[in-house]
């Protein structure tokens, strides 16, 4: 089933999350873990090292067999029907799973085949392929001699090799160089405008702000906080007016106006000297306005003036009281049993 051939069952989200509970020994992976993929967008899960999101990237693509709670992609069960649902979902982990002794061309050819494409079909798809992810040119060389952002382009042509309405990008950009990653990126913005649904595990604060609609953040198995971007760093500490005098040194006089007119919230007021500007903390749209207005009627002149939100690190940062920076958690595979279930 592709993006063309939709359950009829699914409904307005494409995944669908109930308390999810996975256990490795004495470890929690997942402990109950709740989250919806409206269809057509990118959901971003954020998490420090050892969150889960792998865990649970490998239970919704039928790698894993959660050990409580129910999960529905693109109306399927992912427990009870994952035969069906392998046909609907793309994956592609955090590192590229390629057969290095293959062409990439022959990668792609055989995964078509796998998916029950004719062989007209698996070659067409193989081509179109190579021609998206610019690799025409390397369509005959083994892939163990293609470098690391060809690899990686590769293996997320073999996750749409079968068109799929649902897409897992585990960690998708790790250890690409800028200009592969935007080329990844790009397609996936593609994705998306074409239909698909993405669920996408990041490290990367940049990353989570280009593409994703909204946010999941997981830490030690739950899910402590979800939202639209903006929602979320509204919640670390709202906006921030940035004032930008045409005369620096007018900066402590500013400051001290501010302060004097008794306004709400401003009493968080701060100049910055070396960057020439105040930083005043916004609560609302009639305070801005107030601030503004007192300024103007005290002359004071403003070369710039701007509002901006946290940026996502001290928003991940605030919430999970760990920085963005480690890497990716890495779980135990499934045993054989699980992942032929």
């Not at 699914?10 to 995944?15: D, H, L, Q, T, Y």
């Not at 409206?38 to 971003?44: D, I």
Request: proline fraction near 5%; charge should be negative; hydrophobic fraction near 40%.
């Amino acid at each position: 089933m592709t993006r063309n051939d939709k359950n009829p069952q699914s409904g307005g989200n494409a995944v669908e999350v109930r308390g999810l509970v996975k256990h490795f020994g004495e470890t929690k992976a997942l402990d109950g873990v709740d989250l919806d993929v409206r269809e057509g967008t990118v959901l971003g899960v954020l998490g420090p090292n050892g969150a889960g999101k792998t865990t649970l990237v490998r239970c919704l693509s039928t790698l894993l067999v959660p050990d409580a709670g129910t999960a529905r992609v693109a109306g399927y069960d992912v427990v009870h029907q994952p035969r069906q649902l392998r046909r609907t979902i793309g994956l592609t982990g955090q590192y590229a799973s390629v057969d290095e002794r293959l062409s990439g061309w022959e990668n792609l050819y055989m995964i078509g085949r796998l998916l029950d494409l004719s062989r007209k079909d698996a070659r067409r798809r193989a081509d179109e392929m190579l021609e998206r992810f610019s690799l025409t040119d390397a369509a005959k060389k083994v892939a163990g001699m293609y470098s690391g952002g060809m690899r990686r382009r590769l293996d997320l042509a073999a996750s749409l090799i079968g068109n799929p309405a649902v897409l897992y990008l585990d960690e998708p950009t790790t250890g690409l160089d800028p200009r592969t990653r935007n080329e990844v990126w790009d397609e996936v913005q593609r994705l998306v405008a074409e239909g698909a649904t993405v669920l996408l595990t990041t490290q990367y604060m940049e990353e989570a702000e280009q593409l994703a609609s909204e946010l999941t953040v997981i830490d030690r198995g739950k899910v402590i906080a979800n939202g639209k971007v903006d929602e979320l760093k509204a919640r670390v500490g709202g906006r921030t007016l940035r004032i930008r005098p045409v005369d620096p040194a007018e900066l402590p006089g500013m400051a001290r106006s501010l302060a004097e007119a008794g306004l709400d919230g401003v009493a968080g007021s701060q100049a910055v000297p070396d960057e020439g500007v105040l930083l005043v903390p916004i609560l609302s749209d009639e305070q801005l306005t107030a601030v503004v207005g007192l300024l103007a009627a005290r002359g004071c002149a403003i070369a710039d003036l701007g509002t901006y939100l946290p940026s996502l690190d001290e928003v991940f940062l605030s919430i999970t009281g760990h920085p963005a920076t480690s890497p990716a958690d890495s779980v135990p595979t499934g045993t054989t049993e699980e992942v032929a279930a």
